[in-house]
């Protein structure tokens, strides 16, 4: 039996909640998640493999599950 799987690429990339904004107000937290699209047109949750990363770590911290928490104004 032929078991091999076809060739898929990630066509394309949802964080959730969109937006620039996440948090509105300091001291508050968010969660995102990631879904992505495959080039079969396949849709899955990729949270749980996701790197997150927050672009001004003095303003919100993210940790490793996507779990976004601010700390100040910015």
């Known amino acids: 039996a032929n078991t091999a799987l076809p060739a898929t690429e990630v066509s394309s990339v949802q964080v959730h909640p969109a937006g620039s904004r996440v948090l509105q107000l300091p001291h ?5 998640s990631v879904t992505a699209r ?4 396949v849709e899955r949750d990729v949270t749980s ?3 997150f990363e927050s672009s001004h770590p003095d303003v ?8 976004v928490t ?3 104004r910015g």
């Open 38 to 41: 495959f080039s079969d047109g």
């Open 28 to 32: 508050r937290r968010q969660q995102l």
């Open 60 to 67: 919100a911290s993210v940790n490793a599950r996507g779990l």
């Open 49 to 51: 493999i996701a790197t």
């Open 70 to 72: 601010g700390l100040k």
